[in-house]
Nanobody
Framework: QVQVVESGGGLVQPGGSLRLSCVVS????????MGWYRQAPGKQRELVAG???????NLADSVKGRFTISRDHAKNTVYLRMNSLKPEDRDVYYC???????????????WGQGTQVTVSS
């Protein structure tokens, strides 16, 4: 089994910072992508930031210049540093992990349970 566990969410004032962490453990051979999605009630889950095994990153336009994604390969951990937080960043943030299926171009996808980020004064 594969476990994906997020941490680091909480309540922060506008303009503040948080760092989310996501640790992957269990029976996973390799990881090709790790990313962060967020979802507000009644809305679709959207990609916030992602990083590939080669180190390429992508960020949603709404967070560019404020959020940074990084990864520690040895620890199977991905981080999301969030600066200059705004009330509209309030969401549940989910870690997404993709692992290739041997002999196929497809991959398996794993999700964490989510961590709540609230930005409010």
């Amino acid at each position: 089994q594969v476990q994906v566990v997020e941490s680091g969410g909480g309540l922060v004032q506008p303009g503040g910072s948080l760092r989310l962490s996501c640790v992957v453990s269990g029976s996973i051979e390799s990881i090709i992508f790790m990313g962060w999605y967020r979802q507000a009630p009644g809305k679709q889950r959207e990609l916030v930031a992602g990083i590939t095994s080669g180190g390429s990153t992508n960020l949603a336009d709404s967070v560019k210049g404020r959020f940074t994604i990084s990864r520690d390969h040895a620890k199977n951990t991905v981080y999301l540093r969030m600066n200059s937080l705004k009330p509209e960043d309030r969401d549940v943030y989910y870690c997404n992990v993709r692992s290739p299926i041997s002999g196929s171009i497809r991959y398996r996808t794993f999700w964490g349970q989510g961590t709540q980020v609230t930005v409010s004064s």
